[in-house]
């Protein structure tokens, strides 16, 4: 597709569930990014991947979270014993090559989680 | 105090209005600043991206940086209802352009 891709739009679990967040980026883009936004928040750095490894997860707040990107395309965020805390738009990004010039991430709309 | 500062609003303003935006730092190893647009329930898409201190201008925006006081705004000039959107400012942080630090956005409603 065009843009970057997220499924689900909307996910609500109950807490202590276990969910998978998928995001598609933009082809050839060989850097992808997860960031959190709260509501009424500003976006916050979760994971980079460049190509199939973790360049940097030093924004995962705890280990529920964990991330994979297996072929260097498609990534999941994983959130196991979904807590209330955790409800908010995790947003997907991705770029032509890690740390861009341009400071330019292309952003996806995003996957809305409720945990009741 | 949070590295980076952005009033919330809600700001409302009629059609052809001018608009300013801004936003404060607190650490000065900031060198790259950025302004981010988000519209509802969208993820947010780059607007202008700035170096140094200064203006920079694009079309209708101009973005302003004073590194000296750590402050940097965004100017709407002619601001059209379709420029109603959440507007963040946002500064890479370790020398990493993709781990930014974000403001918490103003929204902005542009009237007709």
């Known amino acids: 597709g065009a843009g970057v891709s997220q499924t689900p739009s909307n996910k609500v679990t109950e807490k202590g569930k276990y969910v998978e967040l998928r995001c598609d980026p933009i082809s050839g883009h060989t850097a992808l990014y997860w960031y959190r936004q709260s509501l009424g928040q500003g976006p916050e750095f979760l994971i980079y991947f460049q190509g199939t490894g973790a360049a940097d997860d030093s924004g995962l707040p705890n280990d529920r979270f964990f991330a994979v990107r297996p072929e260097g395309s498609v990534s999941t965020l994983k959130i196991q014993r979904t807590e209330r805390g955790d409800s908010a738009v995790y947003l997907c990004?991705?770029?032509?090559?890690?740390?861009?010039?341009?400071?330019?991430?292309?952003f996806g709309e995003g996957s809305r989680l409720t945990v009741l | 105090q949070k590295e980076v500062e952005q009033d919330p609003g809600p700001l409302s303003v009629p059609e052809g209005a001018i608009v300013s935006l801004n936003c404060t730092y607190s650490?000065?190893?900031?060198?790259?600043f950025m302004w981010y647009r988000q519209y509802s329930r969208k993820g947010p898409e780059l607007l202008m991206y700035t170096y140094s201190s200064g203006n920079k201008e694009d079309g209708r925006f101009t973005a302003q940086v004073d590194k000296s006081s750590k402050y940097i705004s965004l100017f709407i000039r002619d601001s059209q209802p379709s420029d109603s959107a959440t507007y963040l400012c946002?500064?890479?942080?370790?020398?990493?352009?993709?781990?930014?630090?974000f403001g918490k956005g103003t929204l902005l409603t542009v009237n007709p």
């Open positions: 946002a500064m890479p942080r370790g020398g990493s352009n993709y781990k930014l630090t």
């Open positions: 650490n000065s190893a900031f060198q790259y």
């Open positions: 990004a991705s770029s032509p090559r890690g740390s861009p010039a341009s400071g330019e991430l292309f």
